[in-house]
């Protein structure tokens, strides 16, 4: 592996919260890099599964807001 490449996403924030049997994920970016988007993974059984996916800004050096609802996970 290599180190020295910067990562295309700076995170900013990320939250997790339960709320009538669903899960909401927040996350906010200050900036992007050639950013096509976010895979949404869920381990279950010691197995991660991808259960969604969320569009990136690409290029952006402004704050970005996502938010993904996991409904009604076992």
Do not use: C, H, Q
Not at 14 to 30: E, H, I, K, Q, R
């Amino acid at each position: 592996m290599n180190f020295d490449k910067p990562l295309p996403v700076e995170l900013n924030s990320f939250t997790a919260a339960a709320d009538n049997g669903n899960v909401t994920l927040s996350w906010t970016t200050s900036m992007e890099t050639n950013n096509t988007g976010f895979d949404i993974e869920r381990k279950s059984d010691g197995v991660w599964t991808k259960i969604g996916f969320i569009e990136g800004k690409g290029n952006s050096y402004v704050p970005s807001d996502y938010t993904y609802v996991d409904k009604k996970p076992n």
